[in-house]
């Protein structure tokens, strides 16, 4: 069996660290793998190839802001990528992101459907049934073709044009008719938005978790680290994760929020910040910011630290950060976000209304109270959550796809 994976990064963030451990598994169980990939820095690990230089992304980046049209262009690449494919002949090709200016979505699903290609794709976040937004908040448009897009700006980056409504009907026209895809979705939460979708509601989707490296993220003895960081052993600890620490009020991660927990919970309480952040930022004391942690071990300690960790997002389709937190004994409390309450162990989080600082506070309180047994809390999650669980579902996803292919 031969599988051709397609995603935006290789080993980088959460959707390029899943296909490089998916990938490197996949070789370990003896099935040919190979990973095609778009930005950021070139691989060394072997069957990894880039296919659109960072300039060649950036003018199309550009382009898109002018067209309106966020998953068109891209022309070489695709056609570097058609050719990689027909060059390989895999028995599944395995699409995961393809977000960030280095493939046509369309062209690319059009010929998949065309060449009868089994494909398998994982739904991370919502534009491939949208056909613009990542995250589709509060709007409805994606259900009845979009246009007149109240978020354009934000969206699709537009710098003139509402193209929303033809990306919509290009990316449905690309899908109909598509007779050997399987979806994958990383939440309950997701799968259940793409059945309202008029793009994917017909095709079959199975819910699969995203997989943690549970030889990284687990319980450890961080009594140094806690020294380093000259935290007090009586004070209580919170983590909080985020690509970038953004505390304006229309925050999409919700940094704002944590400024606020930081001034209720008040010194007893010690909250550590992982993301970028503006070195203009004004904070409470009791806040410490480590910036970017590219390290997942240094992550991985930073969760175990920790006594919860927090998560205020407006939305979010899975939650690595909720996973990873578990699978360090490490409990988690936050806002209801769609996908984190329910791909979370419920026993060992709480969940309240967006915006609701009160409670927020209050199940801090609660949580901080009453702990868990750290090892409990990992024993559980790594069974949910562990790579080898994501594996083996996704082997037999390959598996029943090609039996169904070769039965049409």
Not at 9 to 18: E, F, H, N
Not at 64 to 81: A, F, K
Not at 120 to 144: I, K, P, S
Not at 182 to 198: F, G, N, Y
């Amino acid at each position: 069996m031969k599988i051709l994976h397609v995603n935006n990064v290789y080993d980088y963030g959460s959707t390029g660290k899943l296909t490089a451990e998916l990938h490197r598994r996949l070789m370990e169980h003896g099935i040919d793998s190979v990973v095609y990939y778009g930005r950021q820095k070139r691989s060394t690990a072997p069957n990894t190839y880039k296919i659109c230089s960072e300039w060649y992304a950036k003018a199309n980046n550009l382009r898109s802001r002018i067209t309106g049209l966020m998953y068109g262009g891209c022309y070489i690449s695709t056609r570097h990528l058609i050719q990689a494919i027909m060059k390989e002949k895999p028995d599944v090709v395995h699409l995961q992101c393809l977000n960030g200016y280095f493939v046509n979505i369309y062209k690319l699903i059009t010929f998949l459907k065309k060449h009868h290609i089994p494909t398998v794709l994982t739904l991370h976040a919502e534009f491939m049934y949208t056909a613009n937004c990542g995250y589709a908040l509060d709007c409805n448009r994606w259900q009845t073709g979009c246009g007149y897009c109240p978020r354009l700006r934000q969206a699709t980056k537009s710098y003139f044009l509402d193209r929303t409504a033809t990306s919509w009907k290009n990316m449905k026209q690309a899908f109909n008719g598509f007779s050997n895809l399987q979806l994958t979705s990383v939440s309950p939460w997701l799968k259940e938005r793409a059945a309202q979708a008029p793009i994917l509601q017909h095709f079959p989707n199975q819910v699969i978790y995203n997989g943690v490296n549970t030889e990284v993220f687990h319980p450890m003895d961080t009594t140094q680290l806690r020294k380093q960081l000259g935290i007090p052993v009586n004070t209580s600890v919170l983590f909080y994760a985020a690509p970038f620490f953004d505390i304006t009020p229309d925050s999409f991660k919700g940094g704002h929020h944590i400024v606020e927990l930081a001034k209720r919970l008040g010194p007893q309480v010690q909250i550590l910040v992982a993301g970028r952040y503006n070195r203009s930022l004004n904070y409470p004391a009791n806040i410490k910011l480590l910036g970017y942690v590219s390290n997942q071990q240094q992550l991985a300690a930073y969760y175990a630290l920790a006594d919860i960790t927090v998560l205020t997002s407006k939305k979010e389709t899975f939650s690595m950060i909720c996973a990873e937190s578990l699978c360090c004994g490490t409990p988690v409390v936050g806002f209801e976000a769609g996908a984190p309450e329910q791909i979370s162990l419920s026993q060992y989080s709480k969940f309240c209304k967006y915006g609701d600082i009160t409670t927020l506070t209050h199940f801090v309180q609660e949580t901080a109270a009453h702990l868990p047994s750290r090892r409990e809390v990992a024993l559980q999650a790594q069974q949910v959550y562990s790579l080898d669980t994501m594996v083996k579902q996704f082997i037999n996803c390959y598996h029943n796809l090609m039996e169904k292919s070769h039965a049409l």
